[in-house]
């Protein structure tokens, strides 16, 4: 059961420069979150989707941009990346609203 | 969205029942209270929820006294391995008027020492 997978795990960015992360659940759920989380702090979420076709933003969506053509992912993508980036993504899918969510293991970005 | 509030750490040895409250003051009729464990350099982990009175899994318990106006999550004999981020989250199932986003506090940092 793979459940909620991220790739790539690691990167490392020159600032301007432009990427996706990929996440990908298996699990038919319907809600989907990105999140970054800071050394040290919570987690904020940056954009979120409850189905197929339908995105809205979080807390800070500002520098990101997102697309759920399909049930099963959900890329996360930075257009011109900042150090003010540099974070652990966390993708994290749920079948309903408010019902457990699952995590995917993180990719850990860095912007130089 | 109801708002929670958490102390941002507390400190155990192992083997003692550790308690953490969260106090959510304007939770609305329909929303649950959820509690994620988070370790280092892993994403969070779903551990209980529930709506009101007492709710326990193999893993914890979760105690919401009548008003649900706080919320305590009760780890029994913790151990070192328990040493990790808790997060008490405030949301609703399905209803017309709560949102859809999922939004995690600063939570409570467990150290449980030897």
């Known amino acids: 059961n793979a459940g909620v997978t991220q790739t790539p795990k690691f990167r490392i960015l020159k600032i301007g420069q432009s990427m996706t992360l990929q996440c990908t659940q298996d699990m038919n759920h319907n809600y989907m979150y990105w999140y970054r989380q800071d050394p040290g702090m919570g987690l904020k979420l940056i954009y979120y989707?409850?189905?197929?076709?339908?995105?809205d933003k979080g807390e800070v969506p500002n520098g990101y941009n997102v697309s759920r053509s399909t049930t099963e992912d959900f890329p996360l993508r930075l257009e011109l990346a900042a150090p003010s980036q540099t974070s652990v993504y966390f993708c994290?899918?749920?079948?309903?609203?408010?019902?457990?969510?699952?995590f995917g293991q993180g990719t850990r970005l860095t912007v130089v | 969205l109801a708002k929670t509030t958490q102390p941002i750490s507390m400190d155990s040895y192992e083997g003692q029942e550790v308690n953490i409250t969260c106090s959510h003051n304007?939770?609305?009729?329909?929303?649950?209270i959820t509690w994620y464990q988070q370790f280092p350099s892993q994403g969070p982990r779903f551990i209980i929820q529930g709506y009101k009175t007492k709710v326990t899994n193999e893993v914890a318990s979760l105690f919401i006294p009548a008003d649900r106006k706080s919320s305590t999550l009760s780890l029994p004999r913790v151990s070192l391995s328990d040493t990790a981020v808790y997060y008490c989250?405030?949301?609703?199932?399905?209803?017309?008027?709560?949102?859809?986003?999922?939004?995690f506090g600063t939570g409570t940092r467990l150290q449980v020492f030897p």
């Open positions: 304007n939770i609305a009729t329909n929303d649950y």
């Open positions: 994290a899918s749920s079948y309903r609203r408010a019902t457990e969510a699952f």
């Open positions: 989250l405030v949301g609703g199932v399905e209803t017309s008027y709560n949102t859809d986003k999922l939004i």
């Open positions: 989707s409850v189905g197929a076709g339908i995105t």
